[in-house]
């Protein structure tokens, strides 16, 4: 099992950067595949990206593809996110996950983390 902490939300102007971070516990966290999700109010939970075990693949929405870089530090058992070139409709709160297997599905992630709020102003 796999407890998830995510922070490094805030408010940014367009344009703007931000970096989230998510700390893992437990000793297990390079055997899991991470991945970040966001939901806007009114809409479902959607991907944004994914990486593998450890880190040899990485996968993104086309939506943020070129914008965003998802990495992880298994040393301190973190997941990261840096998110340039923000958007007002990146605005969202943002979580992330651990499953079994680098995918875009939510339903493939057991683990969540209770989420971080990203708010771009224009």
């Known amino acids: 099992q796999v407890q998830l902490v995510e922070s490094g939300g805030g408010l940014v102007q367009a344009g703007g950067s931000l970096r989230l971070s998510c700390a893992a516990s437990?000793?297990?966290?390079?055997?899991?595949?991470m991945g970040w999700f966001r939901q806007a109010p009114g809409t479902e939970r959607e991907f944004v990206a994914s990486i593998s075990s450890i880190g040899l693949y990485t996968y993104y929405a086309d939506s943020v593809k070129g914008r965003f870089t998802s990495s992880r530090d298994n040393a301190k058992n973190t997941l990261y996110l840096q998110m340039n070139s923000l958007k007002p409709e990146d605005m969202a709160v943002y979580y992330c996950?651990?499953?079994?297997?680098?995918?875009?599905?939510?339903?493939?992630?057991?683990?969540w983390g209770q989420g971080t709020q990203v708010t771009v102003s224009s």
């Open positions: 996950a651990a499953g079994k297997v680098t995918t875009g599905r939510r339903d493939d992630y057991n683990y």
């Open positions: 437990g000793r297990t966290f390079s055997s899991y595949a």
